[in-house]
Structures are given as C-alpha cells and as structure tokens.
C-alpha cells in the first residue's frame, strides 16, 4: 500500500497541471477575478463536460460568452426570460437552452438568497448535519427547482439515486480543493469530505491499481476510491484526481498495456494489469524456452 502512495506522490510531482489545465474545463473559471462569477463559469464547465471534449468546450464557450463579461452579474440581474433568450438556440448533446436557462435562473436564486453559491452550500451541509453526500444533493436539487424534466435531472444529477454524479462532484473539487492553480479552494468545506469524480479514465486507472474492484461507476465506486485514496491523505484524498484524470486523457494510459507508454509511467510497478502481463509474458517465454530444450 506505501508504495502505492509513494508512486501517486511521484505523478502528482511529474503532472504539468498548467498545461493540463489548458485542456481541462477548470480553465475557463480561471478567466475570472470575482469568487461569485467563477463559480457561475465553474457551475457551467463542469455541467457541460459531458461527451466530446472538444464539443463540450466550445457548449461552455457558447454559454459564457452568452452571459457577458460578469456571468453572476447577468443572472442576478435577469429574469427567466431574459436568460432564456440569452441561450436560445444553444444545443449540447441532450441539454437544450431551457435547462441551462432553469439551472442558472435557479443559480441566481441561490446568490440572491444566500451571497453565493459556496454559502448556499455551506447552509445545506450544516442542515444536513455535516453529510456531503445529502449536502450535495440537496444542493442539486435546489438547482433543479420543481421544474425536474429527465434532461434536467441528467443535467443536474442527483447523488441520491446512486450514480457516480462525476460532474458534480467535479465542480464541488473545483471549489472546494486548496488554491494550487487548478481547484480554488472558495468554500469552507473541509477537502477531506469530498468523493473523486469518477469518469471513464477515472475508473479504469482505478481498477489497474486495485483502488476497485467494481465494474460500474457508481456512487458507491466513487466513494470505495475515494477510501483507497484516504490511506495517503486523509486530509485530502481528492487532490490525485487531476493528474489521474489526465494520465487517461492524455493516452499515456493507455486502454491497453503498451510498453512504449507503460515502461515510463510512475505508475507501472504497482499497475495490476501491467505487472499481470508481465507475469504472463514471463510464463509464456519459459514454456517456449521449455519446449525448445525438449
């Protein structure tokens, strides 16, 4: 298990998180000053990463540029309607402008109410007694509002019913993790709270290193990873999801073993499938050295 710990320590020191935040949809918070318009933008990048990255870039920037200079500003200050119309016509996979429109009016609801959303947060994690998986949903079902359509629901899942919620708990990384040029650290939650948003890079890399067994990505994978990573930082578990993440997106973890690849990768001697691989190229070479002897 150390030595697990010791080789996600070393891809943390080898990860060049500013070019990795380039490709990444944490980059566009990073336009902003103001806390309340960075997490209007974060809201928006990560309930849009979904599908093609390169289709989703270009949904966000869609969407920011709709809401100006101030995104926070726009809101607060506009009714439905006027935000409607600023998103008319905007399309991205099953999300249409209505439901950006309702996530974002109700967005706004919050920041009236509340001052922020980091505050709106903070005032369900306190009344649910310190349980981010209930803070968190309640939070979602807060953005949702009544008007809870399927698409909606997709678009602003709800950790409740089971499923891994990768990009909300995305977003939650984003504010909550220390500043360190990547997350922004703007809500006073605890990082040790936070459950690793699973994806497909995120699950695979994963089960390579026995961090889960599990086949689906489901809340429940989420949080049995999330424990794994706890054995190395309690205090942060979550801070090895960027460079895990992008070890995938990159494609220098790749589907399957590589030596070109793997060979170079801190990962490679506490990767399962790579040492199970060498194990059987190893059998493989002394039965042929055995049968040629015979």
């Known amino acids: 298990m150390d030595s697990i710990g010791e080789r996600l320590e070393a891809l943390l020191h080898d990860c060049d998180s500013g070019l990795r935040r380039r490709q990444d949809p944490v980059d566009f918070i990073h336009r902003y000053d103001e806390p309340v318009d960075q997490e209007i933008a974060g809201l928006v990048a990560s309930s849009l990463a979904f599908g093609n990255a390169v289709t989703a870039r270009r949904s966000v920037e869609r969407v920011l540029s709709a809401l100006g200079e101030s995104p926070a500003t726009t809101i607060v200050e506009a009714d439905h309607d006027e935000i409607f119309d600023r998103l008319r016509g905007f399309v991205h996979r099953i999300y249409r402008d209505e439901h950006l429109a309702v996530m974002l009016w109700r967005a706004a609801a919050l920041v009236r109410a509340h001052g922020s959303l980091g505050r709106a947060f903070v005032g369900f994690y306190e009344a649910a007694s310190g349980d981010f998986r209930e803070s968190m949903a309640r939070f979602a079902d807060a953005l949702r509002g009544d008007a809870q359509t399927r698409n909606l629901r997709h678009l602003v899942s709800d950790p409740r019913a089971g499923s891994a919620c990768k990009r909300l708990l995305l977003y939650a990384r984003w504010m909550v993790r220390p500043a360190d040029g990547v997350d922004l650290g703007l809500w006073p939650v605890a990082p040790s709270n936070l459950v690793i948003p699973v994806d497909t890079h995120i699950h695979r890399i994963s089960r390579n290193l026995g961090l889960t067994d599990r086949r689906t990505a489901t809340w429940a994978t989420a949080e049995e990873i ?27 973890c790749p589907s399957r073993p590589d030596p070109a690849k793997c060979e170079r990768c801190v990962l490679q001697d506490v ?21 040629l002897r015979l």
């Open 226 to 252: 999330t424990a794994a990573l706890r054995r190395y930082d309690p205090d942060d578990p979550v801070k090895y999801d960027f460079a895990l993440c992008h070890l995938g997106v990159s494609r220098e």
């Open 271 to 291: 990767c399962r499938v790579w040492t199970s691989g060498l194990r059987i190229s190893n059998a493989t070479s002394a039965q042929k050295a055995g049968q």
